[in-house]
């Protein structure tokens, strides 16, 4: 199992252009580099830093720490320990229910966005070993939030599922005010918001 213990990466802001383009495989061949592992542990690290710090946070995709390869670390509490990570994930099955949401991003962690999600997916994966795994219908709060990391291995921030334009948070803020809000808004008046979508996270 990879260990968290590596040095943090810097999570890359809003505004990025590397953000916005699609990732690379990881070929089995690199699984067991050096620099895979040490991307890998890298990018466990900081998601665990940023959880201690903000308080918040239960995945991260490599580009979002520079990494332009299809991976992601998860952290369910409940479910996991510490951050697990995920190679090469994919979608297998959608489901029709769909359901709306606040999601936030490490990428922007100032801004909330409203988007709709599929109510669950079946995913399948490598696990660090070069296993293939498959997952079938999973729960609302697992399938939401690889639908967020498999949009970020896409090249997709939240942000885009409300304008695909290159725009920053002040401009979100003000042409979306419906669909992106800040962060402090949203925690003067929870009620308020979570009474516009059907789910909160």
């Known amino acids: 199992m990879v260990t968290t213990t590596a040095a943090t990466a810097t999570v890359l802001r809003l505004g990025t252009p ?19 592992q040490a991307d890998m542990a890298r990018l466990q690290s900081t998601l665990t830093a940023f959880r201690a710090k903000n308080g ?14 299809r991976f992601v670390a998860i952290h369910l509490d409940g479910k996991h320990a510490s951050p ?25 962690p100032d801004l909330l966005v409203r988007v709709s999600r599929h109510a669950s997916i079946s995913l399948r994966y490598l696990n660090h070993h070069g296993q293939i795994v498959h997952e079938d219908a999973l729960p609302q709060a697992e399938s939401e939030l690889f639908q967020h990391e498999i949009d970020h291995l896409d090249g997709i921030l939240a942000v885009n599922l409300v304008s695909k ?3 920053s948070a002040d401009e979100l803020l003000e042409r979306f005010p419906s669909h992106v809000i800040q962060r402090r808004a949203f925690d003067t008046n929870p009620t308020k ?9």
């Open 18 to 36: 590397s953000l916005r383009e699609a990732c690379a495989k990881v070929s089995l061949s690199e699984l067991a580099s050096v620099p895979f």
């Open 193 to 201: 918001f979570q009474k516009l979508v059907d789910y909160v996270i």
């Open 56 to 69: 918040f946070g239960r995945g991260i995709a490599a580009p979002q720490i520079g990494v332009q390869k």
């Open 165 to 167: 334009d290159l725009l």
């Open 84 to 108: 697990q990570v995920y190679i090469n994930p994919e979608i297998t099955w959608r489901s029709p229910a769909m359901f709306s949401m606040w999601d936030d991003c490490m990428c922007f």
